[in-house]
Nanobody, 124 residues
Framework: QVQLVESGGGLVRAGGSLRLSCAAS????????MGWFRRAPGKEREFVAS??????????DYANSVKGRFIISRDNAKNTVYLRMNSLKPEDTAVYYC???????????????WGQGTQVTVSS
């Protein structure tokens, strides 16, 4: 069982930056692939970024809409995954969720565990 708690959301102006954190419980964090997803008002949840476990190569993947602006990273010693969001746009406004799944997790992986989400609001 893994529990995930997101933090770092807030209100920021367009062009600004935020860093989201997702703290995971349990000692097996380093074996999990981690993902970030978001759900904007009136829209379905969408993939944002993922990072595989070190054992699976640690590769990253990004949605086209955030590629070049967002960076996903992980600190296995702290059981935490981060999402650095730069050059934020109003269309990035959403609730952001982190998720844990198999080590090779990517955009289409059926993630097993989800956090409660953190709100990000980007004003124009």
């Amino acid at each position: 069982q893994v529990q995930l708690v997101e933090s770092g959301g807030g209100l920021v102006r367009a062009g600004g930056s935020l860093r989201l954190s997702c703290a995971a419980s349990g000692r097996a964090f380093l074996f999990y692939g981690m993902g970030w997803f978001r759900r904007a008002p009136g829209k379905e949840r969408e993939f944002v970024a993922s990072i595989a476990s070190s054992e699976s190569g640690g590769y990253t993947d990004y949605a086209n809409s955030v590629k070049g602006r967002f960076i996903i990273s992980r600190d296995n010693a702290k059981n935490t995954v981060y999402l650095r969001m730069n050059s934020l746009k109003p269309e990035d406004t959403a609730v952001y969720y982190c998720a844990a799944g198999p080590g090779s997790a990517g955009r289409n992986t059926p993630y097993d565990y989800w956090g409660q989400g953190t709100q990000v609001t980007v004003s124009s």
